[in-house]
Nanobody
Framework: QVQLVESGGGLVQAGGSLRLSCAAS????????MGWFRQSPGKEREFVAA????????YYADSVKGRFTISRDNAENTVYLQMNSLKPEDTAVYYC?????????????????WGQGTQVTVSS
């Protein structure tokens, strides 16, 4: 079992920055690749970013590439999402997830543990 708790969401103006954190507990954190996803009202949950177990490989959705950075600290059992140059279309609930199967870092189906989500609202 893995428990994931996100924090760091909030209200920010367009062009601003936020840093999301996801604290993990329950099993060896470094055993899992991790990902961030988001969901807006009326839309399906979508992939945002992912990071390998060691942190050496990262993946990004085209919509956030160059603006968002995913990182992890295995000593602190935490994964981060630094979000810069935020846009109103980034408004969503952001979820942290631990990958438990498969090789596709972008597929929701490969993530077996999910946090409760944190709201990010970007005003124009």
């Amino acid at each position: 079992q893995v428990q994931l708790v996100e924090s760091g969401g909030g209200l920010v103006q367009a062009g601003g920055s936020l840093r999301l954190s996801c604290a993990a507990s329950g099993r060896t954190f470094s055993s899992n690749a991790m990902g961030w996803f988001r969901q807006s009202p009326g839309k399906e949950r979508e992939f945002v970013a992912a990071i390998s177990r060691s942190g050496g490989t990262t993946y990004y959705a085209d919509s956030v590439k160059g603006r968002f950075t995913i990182s992890r600290d295995n000593a602190e059992n935490t994964v981060y999402l630094q979000m810069n140059s935020l846009k109103p279309e980034d408004t969503a609930v952001y979820y942290c997830a631990a990958r438990t199967s498969g090789w596709d870092a972008r597929s929701l189906a490969n993530y077996g543990y999910w946090g409760q989500g944190t709201q990010v609202t970007v005003s124009s």
